[in-house]
């Protein structure tokens, strides 16, 4: 056997562990009871002691050593020279990271989450930040650790979107913030705002989730591959090569939700399901990235399903099954899903003002790990910057910066994952029009084969054997460009707010 | 550490794998979509090996010498020398059996699966034949790699029921034979058949749903260490000590079969909830046997469950819940839930005549593995023992010998235990009456506290700490009788026929 083929059984083995615990994060979010916590998280535990350690063995660096000898590495396919590359880039990581730090910022994060519900839960951010701060310590030190060449930031951010630099990201950040707060200052002082009282009737929960199932169907989800559940947070996850399943969450109060939790998870799970199986159980057999996986939930989520082509063909169906939509016309339903608002909190953000939550987040997580703000000021600076991006003040730190459970988890470098996500959609998606002649047409006639055919020998079938901005540059011939963003706004939604 | 810790600890580990597989074994037959079954299946092979592996490992092996040297075996505590007696007993039967061997029988019975339903499907005995016929030879071989000191069935008999000897279990038949169809006799020709109509109009698979939970929570089912699912073989299984599920199955058609389900895979719930939690992660975390466990569901399931008292207090919210119900009275309800019939199929088999249907199994498997009888005749010899103890003749096999699918798994010796936990069910019972005097009048009030105290201190908690037999013995003073199981009839269907 080969050194590859020899690295490749191990990848396999690795991978098993990672179905398994899939398998358990997923029950432990769908209804296992609640003593069945203590025991599960116990055993995940050890299942990731186990494939921390499967991962970093001297075995493995030998082998890596071995496959990365230059006349074995340029003896290897494209292919395989990718996965030696991703194993060796997790490996050197791994290896960076004391073993104690990672058990002890584990521990950490593990605890602090408790301690974040209940600030929460008391509107006390106090409760919460001493162990922010040994979280923020942790994750600084974690950096040191891992290396960087500019920004230290550089090092955690490297984490979630491979290639991506802080200062890059600082770049769009400044042309786009100013863009996005006259566009919301526009169409919120100048624009109509649509009439949306309807969507908050009494909405059955079996017929939404009749109505879940079909739009999943419509987007070609495939159920022999997969299945829908419900989650407290929606999220997609892979549990082996033939199971790659969606949760979503009803609100009987609100049709919204369901809807497009859905249709978000559809978009990460088809994403999924399209990764060529040559790549199964290697690296390769993932997404590109977080900003590429959410480029996908996005674009179904938004860009198609609140369009209004996807609503024409759409609506029928919805009013057939609630009859609180009989007398809305469909140009209303679409406009009252497309309201754009100064609001407090980002998972509930229209698509237009998302993006300033996500920088706002950005920035100041940016300046923790630089050591230029403290964590004692978070609540004021955070007020601040709503003030400023959105004029909009919390009326109290529950829903200002106690709002997320990113900082407990210790994922700083996360959050620029969301906003990336709907710059890559925008800028794929004016791609695929100009080489989907009949896009609008089609969507209008609910079939979206052409779409997922796109999507799918684009994006898809290539997993991670590109880089992010590689595939980005590879699909559309040009690096991120933040215009085809700001036009699909503008287009949009100076009809929407008939400006 | 001491050699008993390190057993310890190497049976924590082992406890783990066990956990993981129980889940992904739940999680195929509660709704995993259809392609997750060859990547599941794959990796459910590979942790069964790994367990193996774990169990029969040389380290293993000394760790058991050390521990039974008399010495170190003296000094420990008498849960401790019953817990290396057990993983000693498990040590030794492994080794017996060659690597190769086990792989080959694991093989051989999942490929057999598939040739069993397919058989089945097309009522065409031949197409099982030459796999059942493997099967059969394989499960004399693995006898033979046991060793067994008289009848070679013991060999196989001992894995589900610990100490209980083919020649003690022909005795026991040959009494209770002759009982059971002459009784059944008179039951059926002499007695007064009672209507049924009722149980088979359309109820409402929802509420059906309802009156399961309701009935677990009487039975104080804990939920928050379980839940209640569907699967179309219903079936109980412990995930891991805070979390013991249930599954049940509902048809639109006929009444009983979601709510005995229920209560039956609640009875095993109960004991799995019920062992002492000392006893977690070691061999004593389980229930005594296979018959010791049917014991619990068939108590729950039948001597309760279609008991005349409980009825009187359960039927009035079997009424509210189904108008189909508001006519029948309590008594004709009861009786109707209790009809007894020469069937076909054992699981739909009542109280009564289902002992006779696993008899005619032992009698048949024995002479199996003894080679008295051919796999070729099988179907012959069914149809003919069907005729002599039940009068009635399989139109085809599909509901004759292809019924179960306990052969196509290779669980020769496992029949018995059905019948064994009737038996045992009704000597504890009776034992129960005589130390819970008000037992009727608290059944009527609905309140099973004192029954289910008396089980959980007598025998769930206990769990495999004694071997069956003499459990039986310290609970209710003798060995296993009969007559406490045929005293229960008579006194029963004797009233219910009006005999």
């Not at 106090?126 to 974690?142: A, D, G, T």
């Not at 609506?315 to 009859?323: A, L």
């Not at 940016?366 to 403290?374: C, D, G, P, Q, Y």
Request: aromatic letters at 12%; proline letters at 3%; hydrophobic letters at 35%.
């Amino acid at each position: 056997m080969g050194y590859i083929e020899k690295l490749k059984e191990k990848l396999k083995d690795i991978s098993k562990y990672h179905q398994i615990m899939s398998l358990m994060h997923w029950d432990l979010e769908t209804g296992a009871p609640e003593r069945s916590f203590e025991y599960a998280s116990n055993t995940l535990g050890e299942l990731s002691g186990k494939i921390y350690r499967m991962e970093t063995s001297e075995e493995m660096g030998d082998l890596i050593n071995k496959l990365t000898q230059k006349n074995e590495y340029d003896n290897l396919s494209e292919n395989d020279k990718r996965i030696v590359d991703l194993v060796k880039k997790d490996y050197e990581r791994y290896r960076k990271l004391p073993e104690e730090f990672v058990k002890d910022l584990t521990k950490t994060t593990s605890n602090a989450q408790k301690y974040w519900v209940e600030a929460r839960k008391n509107n006390d951010f106090s409760i919460f930040q001493p162990y922010l701060e040994k979280i923020v310590k942790m994750s600084i030190q974690q950096a040191e650790y891992l290396g960087y060449d500019g920004n230290r930031y550089d090092a955690l951010l490297d984490m979630y979107e491979p290639g991506m630099k802080t200062k890059e990201l600082k770049g769009i950040i400044e042309d786009l913030k100013i863009r996005l707060v006259d566009f919301v200052n526009d169409l919120t002082e100048k624009g109509t705002k649509p009439e949306e009282d309807f969507l908050f009737e009494k909405y059955d929960l079996n017929k939404q989730k009749e109505i879940s199932i079909k739009v999943l169907e419509l987007m070609s989800y495939n159920f022999k591959a997969g299945r829908l559940d419900v989650a407290a947070h929606p999220f997609t996850i892979r549990i082996n090569p033939g199971d790659v399943r969606i949760t979503t969450r009803y609100q009987e109060k609100d049709i919204r939700d369901s809807f497009f939790s859905t249709v978000h998870e559809g978009g990460h799970a088809l994403y999924e399901q399209g990764i060529s199986n040559e790549f199964v159980d290697t690296p390769l057999y993932d997404g590109a990235s977080m900003g590429i996986h959410e480029s996908q939930s996005r674009f179904w989520e938004n860009i198609l399903g609140r369009s209004y082509d996807f609503w024409k063909y759409f609506y029928p169906e919805m009013q057939k099954t609630f009859d609180q939509l009989k007398d809305v016309s469909v140009e209303d339903f679409y406009k009252a899903i497309n309201i754009v608002e100064k609001s407090l909190i980002r998972v509930d953000a229209d698509e237009v003002t998302y993006n300033l939550h996500v920088m706002l987040r950005f920035e100041i997580e940016e300046a923790l790990i630089n050591e230029r703000i403290k964590v004692e000021d978070l609540p004021k600076i955070w007020n601040e910057k709503m003030k400023e991006y959105l004029d909009i003040v919390p009326e109290n730190d529950s829903v200002g910066v106690l709002q997320d459970v990113h900082w407990a988890h210790g994922s700083f470098g996360y959050f620029p994952s969301y906003m990336l996500g709907n710059l890559f959609s925008a800028q794929f998606y004016h791609k695929m029009k100009e080489e989907i002649p009949d896009y609008d047409k089609m969507i209008r006639r609910g079939d979206f084969s052409s779409i997922l055919n796109w999507l799918r020998s684009n994006i898809h079938k290539h997993g991670k054997k590109y880089e992010p901005n590689e595939l980005l540059r590879k699909v559309t011939g040009e690096k991120l460009n933040v215009d085809y963003f700001m036009d699909y706004l503008k287009e949009k939604y100076s009809k929407v707010y008939k400006l």
